[in-house]
């Protein structure tokens, strides 16, 4: 990144630098929070090995991202997946139109 802010990490026996564009508090709450998750993820599960406790953190971030924002969709659904039902509703209408169009037409009464 040829970003300005330049941000020291030291996690799990790694230690490296990442510059971004964004603002260093900013970078910071990151990185606060995610070696809040990394403690987490130790107490919860006996894991030693570093890549497998940052697995495992990084799979309950994703977790706490999905259920937020299925939160905040409409009925709980994430966007991608209202696109997957709208596809199927719309061919579904069609082929009903379709069958209904296909039936015998009822002879009209002189009622």
Do not use: H
């Not at 996690?11 to 964004?22: K, P, Q, T, V």
């Not at 977790?63 to 997946?81: A, H, N, Q, Y």
Request: aromatic share 6%.
């Amino acid at each position: 990144m040829a970003g300005g802010c330049r941000l020291q990490i030291n996690l799990l026996g790694s230690s490296f630098a990442i510059r971004a564009d964004e603002d260093e508090a900013y970078l910071k709450r990151i990185l606060w929070y995610l070696e809040k998750k990394v403690e987490e993820t130790r107490q919860r599960n006996p894991v030693a090995d570093p890549m497998k406790i940052s697995l495992l953190t990084s799979f309950y971030i994703i977790d706490e991202l999905m259920r937020e924002k299925s939160r905040g969709s409409k009925d709980g659904v994430l966007p991608e997946e209202a696109e997957e039902m709208e596809k199927i509703a719309l061919r579904l209408m069609s082929e009903i139109d379709a069958a209904i169009a296909n039936l015998p037409k009822q002879e009209e009464t002189g009622e």
